[in-house]
């Protein structure tokens, strides 16, 4: 545990807070000048900085190897770039857009895919950028949904996100606005009257909220997620597949059992994307299928998240099973997969 007055920005203070020893400062500060580091007081109590294998700890403090690029890592690995027909916004699949309207994060994951996008430097929009962005929606009917990410859009001032709210909701074909966040977690203290007034709207607000570990969600947490739903929004999970910090069933299921318990419904179970210098997160696909094989006889479907992978490029988010229907040699039989692992032959 670590006792933080405030959210630790600079490699020095991660080493004054014993963090990392002092002969790690040169690499890290090199990471550092690539990649934004924060962690917040409440992050900072929960890790172990005696465990270089604390879950907490390995999702928040820099390491070397972040500086060690492979082959088929990429800058823009969801192909962010490709579909941005203007600043801030994302036009991926014809009904929905991202909206960015800010690049800075209460805390800096390291497996961050737009890490290199991410950081207390990146300028937001302007509000002529962003009247723009909203220009865009407007003028394109079959934007039904609204997915305002960044950056997290829950450290936004209440003021600024409220009119974002507000101007989306005046657009009669947005039916949904979604908001991407890790606040609720890693600074439940910012989720109060303030911020949850800016969310209010008669369109369908929904959080998706992002954890990995079931020791992220503190009683804090869960009161601040309680106070969401209980203002009127629902709240779905993300968690990203993190070598050696919940790949394992028992972390998952945990993970999610703590987040179903708490009215959150899990949604996706992300394959680690290809941002440059996160191969040491990142599991193989067939570990992937095997925990979530593993997790169909552990948990109820209520449960269950659907493991997906940004396909890289930005051609969007596909399911990647596992599969357990597969053609038999007699047409109109399937062979079928019980959570056992045992095969029985049906027919449809
Ligand atoms: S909070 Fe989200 S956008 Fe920000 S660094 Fe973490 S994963 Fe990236």
């Given at each position: 545990m670590v006792d933080a007055p405030a959210t630790l920005r600079r490699v020095g203070d991660l080493i004054a807070a014993g963090l990392?020893?002092?002969?790690?400062r040169a690499d890290l500060d090199r990471v550092a000048e690539r990649y934004a580091i924060a962690i917040t007081p409440e992050m900072a109590r929960l890790l172990d900085p005696g465990d270089p294998t604390d879950p907490i700890a390995r999702q928040f403090v820099p390491d070397r190897r972040e500086l060690d690029m492979v082959a088929a890592e990429n800058a823009d690995p969801i192909g962010d770039h490709t579909h941005s027909p203007i600043k801030g916004l994302v036009h991926r699949y014809p009904d929905r857009v991202l909206l960015k309207p800010s690049h800075a994060c209460p805390v800096y994951c390291r497996f961050c895919f737009r890490r290199e996008m991410v950081g207390p430097g990146g300028e937001g929009l302007t509000s002529a950028e962003l009247a723009a962005c909203f220009d865009y929606i407007r003028a394109k009917p079959a934007i039904w949904e609204v997915v305002i990410t960044g950056g997290d859009p829950l450290i936004l001032a209440p003021r600024r996100l409220a009119e974002i709210i507000e101007t989306l909701s005046t657009i009669d074909h947005v039916a949904v606005i979604r908001l991407h966040t890790r606040v609720p977690v890693v600074d439940p203290r910012r989720i109060d009257t303030a911020l949850l007034s800016a969310l209010r709207s008669d369109k369908a607000v929904f959080v998706a909220l992002h954890a990995n570990h079931p020791r992220e969600i503190t009683d804090a947490a869960a009161q601040a997620c309680r106070l969401i739903i209980a203002s009127g929004i629902p709240i779905v999970s993300q968690t990203v597949l993190l070598k050696g910090i919940n790949d394992d069933v028992a972390v998952l299921e945990a993970l999610f059992r703590r987040f179903v318990s708490l009215r959150i419904k899990p949604y996706y179970l992300h394959q680690a994307d290809l941002a440059p210098g996160t191969a040491h997160f990142r599991t193989t696909i067939d570990a992937g299928q095997e925990l979530m094989r593993r997790l169909r006889g552990r948990l109820s479907g209520l449960a269950q998240p659907h493991y997906v992978l940004d396909i890289p490029g930005g051609y969007g988010k596909v399911p990647i099973g596992p599969e357990y229907l597969t053609g038999a040699e007699t047409p109109g039989c399937w062979e079928v997969l019980d959570y056992l692992g045992n095969h029985h032959q049906i027919t449809g």
């Open positions: 990392i020893p002092n002969e790690r």
